[in-house]
């Protein structure tokens, strides 16, 4: 997949399927999580009322002022964490809106960018914060415990050997500030191996532990489910891609909770319940993406969409780590950034 500059280049995962389960293009949209702007820039171009967009990351601005300059008075990009879109998008005098499309985790700019310090196969500064605010990644594995690191590898990672890798990262700043990606790479190389038949890298389990801790991405993601539920008129479409397992989780049973079809009564004596239902869901299972999307674009294997419409107002508060968010240490907090 070649280096996007460009909105117009880029094509979001999931978008016809995403397209094709929509009841309605019309209406005030939120696109959530900007990144390249490529589902803000369909949703305008099918006829959106209005899209607001937000995004943490301050290189996506210059990408969303083109689209302001395209579209004036039917585009708006606001700076911000989308766990705080229903206060956003209040200060703009909207009470409701008719749909928010959550495309979660890392994009392609991320990891295209080796100075970001997200990518596994070129090296770049041990970075990782989406907000370039706070501590980094770097900060994290030089100063943080190895018991916390071994736990974060474990419990945002599903990192098997994360005591060994976290032992190993010790010892080796120990001798030297480990300030690389790829020198966290080799340390990591070194406890796992690399076989080049591996489909996935030895390091991308521990790479998507730390990034997913230090931006408190899984804590951000709770929040945006719930303030975009308050957020959303009634019939108002909520639609999320996630890309990994323990988004998914969140996502899958925050839904699977607040639902009225497809809900099972175990799942909602578990979770803490809520007799009324507040979403029905447009599709029963994820959709994942087809082969041909697979073959144009590796990085979507592991996206899954999953989409309901809102046909209630009540909410009920539920026990974030009920949804799937991992218990770690209250250490962690003084290296998140996000």
Known sequence: MKELDSVSDHVPVLLSNFSSLLPSKLGIWVDGTFGFGGYSRWLLESGATKVIAIDIDPDTLSTAFELEKSWPGKFKILAGNFCDMHGLVSSLGFKTVS???LDVGISSMHIDC???????????PLDMRMSKKGPSAKVFINEATEELI???????GEERHAKAIAKRIVENRQKQPINSTH?????????????LKQRIHPATRSFQAIRVA????LENLIGGLASAYKLLDIGGVLAVIT????????VKRF????TENYNSIDEIKRVGGNSEPLFTKLNKRPVTPTPQEIFNNPRARSAKLRMVKKISQNYVTIDAGLLGLPKVSP?????QCG
Request: charged fraction near 30%; aromatic fraction near 10%.
């Open 99 to 101: 749909g928010v499309v």
């Open 114 to 124: 080796p100075i970001r310090g997200f990518s596994i196969k070129n090296d770049g």
């Open 150 to 156: 071994s736990e974060v590898l474990l419990k945002y």
């Open 183 to 195: 020198q966290l790479i080799g340390i990591i190389e070194k406890v796992l191996g690399n076989k």
């Open 214 to 217: 230090i931006n408190k991405e």
């Open 243 to 250: 890309f990994h397992s323990l988004e998914d989780r969140i």
């Open 255 to 258: 839904f699977n909770l607040r």
């Open 331 to 335: 250490s962690l907090k003084e290296f």
